[in-house]
């Protein structure tokens, strides 16, 4: 009976997400003028490039600090928040999420609080002001210098290196272009060594981006944004096929060499993060949906589609080829395309 109890208890401990998942303490990022020193428990540190992390103990008390910055001192409180690790209880099946939820009701990790607190100096009233926004929303005549380095290890396709260009025309209204060209050779070459073009490539990628308009992240350093992007990609390659033709009464087994241009235009609707790294420096995270067009050419090809048939078609190497539709007139496509990636750039 006693192992049955110790199961029991086991199982609540391990579903009370809050006791759980959250540990003693938490992190508070405070934003600040520069100079601006803050006192917390008794220990005082001056926040230097604008920022500084406390690790308060979760508790139902409320998070007190003190901001000075010069003639200028003002005493804060903020109340603490029901942690979401509460909520995810929620998702466990019953009796052991409610069970959960009872374990967590008396334990302090269930406490958090505002993650992110910026703060400006109100020039007018001579004190701090908590601000609710952004702290640097983009300016008119803003530049951005960047580059995409997953590009650089795209193996699904042909990596390729990239710099692009983003323009700011309004406040928080940008254009971009990027120019990306292949710098390796093909990394899966089935040519047999028989080279009908060069193998070279080329992307352009083409964005509208207005920031700010959305407010998902709590943080006021990152500026967020809605985007329409538009890419198009061009490469060639040689790849080989083999095929059986029928020839009166019996069939001719053919290896044909075969140039491949490779044609794909993407367009997608994006959300991304742009998100500083120091005062010049920004990484820029986004995902997207949409579709791309691939289309492919076959210059000189000798293969029929209606009269000859591939051998190659129930071959298992699909699993680790990427480039296994490439003819003319019959693997040409339109898919859903999802995107998710990062830049890394530099502002001007």
Not at 90 to 111: E, H, K
Not at 161 to 181: C, K, Q
Request: contains cysteine.
């Amino acid at each position: 009976m006693r192992k049955y109890f110790c199961l029991l208890i086991l199982l609540v401990s391990l579903c009370s997400c809050a006791s759980l998942f959250n540990g003693n303490t938490t992190k508070v990022k405070v934003y600040a003028p520069e100079n601006t020193t803050i006192a917390y428990k008794n220990q005082i540190t001056t926040i230097e490039d604008g920022e500084t992390t406390l690790s308060p103990e979760r508790s139902k008390d409320s998070l007190r600090f003190t901001l000075k910055n010069d003639s200028i001192t003002e005493d804060f409180s903020f109340k603490r928040k029901i942690s979401g690790s509460l909520y995810l209880n929620a998702l466990v099946l019953p009796p052991y999420g409610l069970s959960g939820i009872l374990v967590d009701l008396t334990n302090q990790r269930r406490f958090t609080y505002q993650r992110h607190l910026y703060f400006k100096i109100d020039s007018t009233s001579a004190n701090f002001q908590l601000f609710k926004g952004k702290t640097e929303p983009f300016k008119q005549q803003t530049i951005f210098i960047y580059s995409s380095p997953l590009l650089a290890l795209d193996i699904s396709t042909q990596p390729m290196v990239s710099l692009g260009v983003e323009y700011f025309p309004l406040d928080n209204f940008s254009i971009s272009a990027e120019y990306a060209t292949v710098f390796t050779d093909r990394l899966r070459d089935n040519s047999d060594n028989i080279k009908l073009v060069e193998n070279k490539g080329r992307a352009f990628r083409y964005e509208l981006k207005y920031y700010n308009l959305l407010s998902i992240s709590s943080n006021p350093r990152v500026n967020e944004y809605i985007g329409i992007e538009a890419r198009f990609i061009r490469t060639q390659f040689n790849e080989s096929i083999s095929y059986s033709r029928a020839n009166q009464n019996f069939n001719v087994f053919v290896q044909e060499s075969i140039a491949v241009l490779k044609s794909v235009d993407i367009f997608n609707l994006k959300y991304g993060l742009n998100y500083p790294i120091c005062k010049r420096m920004y990484i820029d995270l986004y995902s997207g949906f949409g579709f791309r067009i691939k289309t492919f050419k076959n210059p000189n090809r000798q293969f029929n589609p209606e009269t000859d048939r591939l051998l190659n078609d129930d071959d298992d190497s699909w699993l680790f080829n990427f480039d296994s539709n490439y003819l003319e007139g019959t693997d040409d496509q339109k898919l859903f395309n999802f995107s998710f990636g990062f830049k890394f750039g530099i502002k001007f």
